[in-house]
Structures are given as structure tokens and as C-alpha cells.
T-cell receptor, first 113, second 115 residues
Framework: GENVEQHPSTLSVQEGDSAVIKCTYS??????FPWYKQELGKGPQLIID?????GEKKDQRIAVTLNKTAKHFSLHITETQPEDSAVYFC????????????FGRGTSLIVHP | DAGVIQSPRHEVTEMGQEVTLRCKPI?????LFWYRQTMMRGLELLIY????????DSGMPEDRFSAKMPNASFSNLKIQPSEPRDSAVYFC?????????????FGEGSRLTVL
């Protein structure tokens, strides 16, 4: 089955800095790569996703990049704000294009004012 | 819509007791998922349903765990008997299907503590 590795497990930045979270996946048949944000005491919430026919996608201060050859994908957050502090999960869909996500272990992002 | 509703939000029980966690998905969503979150293992998919039918339960850890979806608006996850290692946050999520979006909508979770 799909295996998703996520790094780093913890990321601490100053407000205004950029943050980058990286993930790798194992199944070359995966086609869908969502990112979820989990705030304290809440369930994860989708913030952005990318499909395998696209190399990059942006939405305001967040962007995702995908390298299918290397099986890498990354989340970039620019001009970080304290409200960006949360746990971020990357995911890749299970083989066969099922859209059922297998999640990485999560990155705890802390943005210091 | 109120979103995915889970109950209870917190449950503390003693080893050996039966635990029942409940979920009401978003109306119109065809898929329902049960995930377990722990520090050690992250977010693990336990089981998911499509149109009330269990599709993949390979993530259910052992026979002590069972899940049902008797109708489109309700699912439960049971643990009998419960053990301390079952302590975790259990999330239910629903999705309208994957034709144009793969988004899962999560509930706020049920935090289970087994003493």
C-alpha cells in the first residue's frame, strides 16, 4: 500500500518568514495529493490539493509543488502569521486513483509573533 | 449544514468496558470514514463506507473493533472489550464522492481514554 513520509515533524518560524513542509510517497500510481490543517481540538481541514497533471498550485499565501518523477511534494507558506500555527498533514491517495488519502505523520508548525 | 457531528467528544472508561462512538455525516455525502489519531501512529484509516456498505476494513486493528452504518445519516464504531492501548482520538469524516473533489470533511473527534 501507499506510504507517505513527512518532514519535519516540528517547524518553528518567526512571523513573516516562509515555511516549507516536504513529503514523499511510495506508490507511483497515486494521482491526488491533498494537504490538511488541524487546529488544536479540531478535525483536519483541507487547505489545498494538487493532482498529478499539475506541477504547482497557488492559493494566496500557500502553494504546493509536485514532482511525480521523484515522488516528492511540498507545501510552501509565505508571510507566515500566528494563526498559521497548527499541525499540517500531507496525503497521497491509495493506489488506483481511489482518492482515499493515506496521511503523513504531520508537521507541527509554530509561528512566533 | 452543521458539518460532521461526532459524539461523545470525550469518553473515559475502564479496561474491559464496551465503547460506542457515533457519527452523523453531512447530508448527501456518499462516503464515510473512521480514522484513529495517536502520537505514535498519526492518522490511521480504520474503515470506510460507500452508500452505507463497508468497502475496506483492513485498517481495523482487531476483532474487538467493529463499525456499522445502518443508514445514510448514522454510523457507529464499537470497541468491545476496550484496552488502554485503544486510547486515541477517533475521527469520522464524510465525502460527497470524488468526481470533482477529493475533500474529506472531518468531525471534531471523540477523545477516548481507557484506564
Amino acid at each position: 500500500g501507499e506510504n507517505v513520509e513527512q518532514h519535519p515533524s516540528t517547524l518553528s518560524v518567526q512571523e513573516g518568514d516562509s515555511a516549507v513542509i516536504k513529503c514523499t510517497y511510495s506508490d507511483s500510481a497515486s494521482n491526488y495529493f491533498p494537504w490538511y490543517k488541524q487546529e488544536l481540538g479540531k478535525g483536519p481541514q483541507l487547505i489545498i490539493d494538487i493532482r498529478s497533471n499539475v506541477g504547482e498550485k497557488k492559493d494566496q499565501r500557500i502553494a504546493v509543488t509536485l514532482n511525480k518523477t521523484a515522488k516528492h511534494f511540498s507545501l510552501h507558506i509565505t508571510e507566515t502569521q500566528p494563526e498559521d500555527s497548527a499541525v499540517y498533514f500531507c496525503a497521497a491517495d491509495q493506489s488506483g486513483g481511489s482518492y482515499i488519502p493515506t496521511f503523513g505523520r504531520g508537521t507541527s508548525l509554530i509561528v512566533h509573533p | 449544514d452543521a458539518g460532521v457531528i461526532q459524539s461523545p467528544r470525550h469518553e473515559v472508561t475502564e479496561m474491559g468496558q464496551e465503547v460506542t462512538l457515533r457519527c452523523k455525516p453531512i447530508s448527501g455525502h456518499d462516503y464515510l470514514f473512521w480514522y484513529r489519531q495517536t502520537m505514535m501512529r498519526g492518522l490511521e484509516l480504520l474503515i470506510y463506507f460507500n452508500n452505507n456498505v463497508p468497502i475496506d476494513d483492513s485498517g481495523m486493528p482487531e476483532d474487538r473493533f467493529s463499525a456499522k452504518m445502518p443508514n445514510a445519516s448514522f454510523s457507529n464504531l464499537k470497541i468491545q472489550p476496550s484496552e488502554p492501548r485503544d486510547s486515541a482520538v477517533y475521527f469520522c469524516a464524510s465525502s460527497q464522492g470524488f468526481w470533482d473533489t477529493g475533500e474529506l470533511f472531518f468531525g471534531e473527534g471523540s477523545r477516548l481514554t481507557v484506564l
